[in-house]
């Protein structure tokens, strides 16, 4: 009798290890399913860009120092970094220092912030 169990005991472990290798290979195959192969349609990345319409964007990349045009003004934005002042960004878009502090509400004791955006103005 005593064998019995024993013999019987190992089986059932057996069977449990093969289950759970069989549920971490499916797992591992699923993780690492080649792209286009899927089964599940409804979240695959191919069966989303066959689902949404055809849309095409002109997308540019842009240097960060570009100055930006504002909609329909005849004006460009520029961003402050560190270091810059109301002088230096002045001079680099060749405007009086009056103007651009009057045009962004200004003052001459003001203090940039960085990351602020300046409206720069435009003849």
């Known amino acids: ?5 024993f013999s019987t005991r190992f089986i059932f472990c ?10 971490v290979v499916v797992g ?7 792209p286009g192969n ?3 349609k409804s979240s695959s990345a191919a069966a989303l860009a066959e689902e ?7 997308f540019r990349i842009v240097d960060p120092d570009t100055p930006i045009p504002a ?15 109301f002088w230096a960004i002045a001079r680099k878009y060749d405007v ?3 103007e651009l502090l009057a045009v962004n509400g200004y003052d ?3 203090v940039l912030r960085i990351g602020e955006r300046l409206q720069i103005p435009q003849d």
């Open 71 to 85: 909609i329909g003004g005849d004006s460009v934005f520029h961003t402050v970094k560190s270091g810059e002042s």
């Open 38 to 40: 899927s089964t599940d």
């Open 1 to 5: 009798m005593h064998s019995r169990f």
């Open 28 to 34: 591992l195959l699923r993780l690492f399913r080649p």
């Open 52 to 58: 949404a319409p055809a849309q095409t964007k002109d």
């Open 108 to 110: 001459d004791g003001s």
């Open 96 to 98: 009086p220092v009056k």
């Open 14 to 23: 057996i069977v449990v290890v093969a289950i759970v290798h069989i549920v």
